[in-house]
């Protein structure tokens, strides 16, 4: 069964250092989303792509964070400088486009800043 | 702007027992409703999906409501055991085109054996 695979799973990185995830979706899905989930907290919508173009971009923080998804296949997702408050879990879905709604979950890149 | 509150945020039942978990949303224009299973530290697993059109969804002990009128869905959780420990999330769909989902905090549950 296909799944959305994401990378690295764990991530520490120390406050103030650049730090990317990678998420390849399930193929052949256009649609493509990045959330962020703070502990106790459920997953809040960070960029949406559908394809290369940014869809929804309106909740990320574009001073420190970027996303970009060139080819319109797998996609990356930078925080440059980390702050202390970004430890979170970083999810990425993908959703096959048109009307079908469902989305599909990576197992998540858990990041702390120290 | 689409808001879901899920009620109670943590609940703890005896092995065997029956239970509700619940889930509210204010934006009645909901496209599917859709239940997740967190363990800590891991990643979501979708358990149901309602879509708009349906009233309830089943799948093994499980069993997932949605009402959009009174904007509430449940997922009841037949027989419980140990094994279903987790956090319970509920996520709307909605938003024309973009499908976005909007999750609530989440109910953790506990079945003590």
């Known amino acids: 069964e296909a799944e959305v695979a994401q990378s690295p799973r764990y991530k520490i990185t120390e406050k103030s250092q650049a730090v990317a995830f990678w998420c390849d979706p399930i193929?052949?899905?256009?649609?493509l989303y990045w959330y962020r989930q703070i502990l106790g907290q459920g997953p809040e919508l960070l960029v949406q792509?559908?394809?290369?173009?940014?869809?929804?971009d309106s909740q990320l923080p574009k001073d420190r964070f970027s996303a970009e998804r060139l080819k319109g296949v797998d996609s990356t997702l930078k925080i440059q400088p980390a702050e202390l408050g970004d430890s979170a879990m970083y999810l990425c879905?993908?959703?096959?486009?048109?009307?079908?709604?469902?989305?599909?979950f990576g197992p998540g890149t858990r990041l702390t800043v120290t | 702007k689409q808001e879901v509150t899920q009620i109670p945020a943590a609940l703890s039942v005896p092995e065997g027992e029956n239970l509700v978990l619940n889930c509210s949303f204010t934006?009645?224009?909901?496209?599917?409703l859709q239940w997740f299973r967190q363990d800590p530290g891991k990643g979501l697993t979708s358990l149901l999906l309602?879509?708009?059109?349906?009233r309830e969804q089943t799948s093994g002990r499980l069993n997932a409501s949605l009402d959009k009128s009174s904007g509430r869905s449940t997922l009841y959780i037949a027989a419980s055991q140990p094994g279903d420990s987790a956090t319970y999330l509920c996520?709307?769909?909605?938003?024309?085109?973009?499908?976005?989902?909007?999750f609530g905090k989440g109910t953790k549950l506990s079945v003590i054996p």
């Open positions: 879905a993908s959703r096959p486009g048109g009307s079908s709604y469902e989305q599909y």
């Open positions: 193929s052949g899905h256009a649609t």
């Open positions: 792509f559908q394809d290369e173009s940014v869809v929804d």
């Open positions: 934006d009645s224009a909901i496209y599917n």
């Open positions: 309602i879509q708009s059109s349906q």
């Open positions: 996520a709307g769909v909605s938003g024309a085109g973009s499908y976005q989902l909007t």
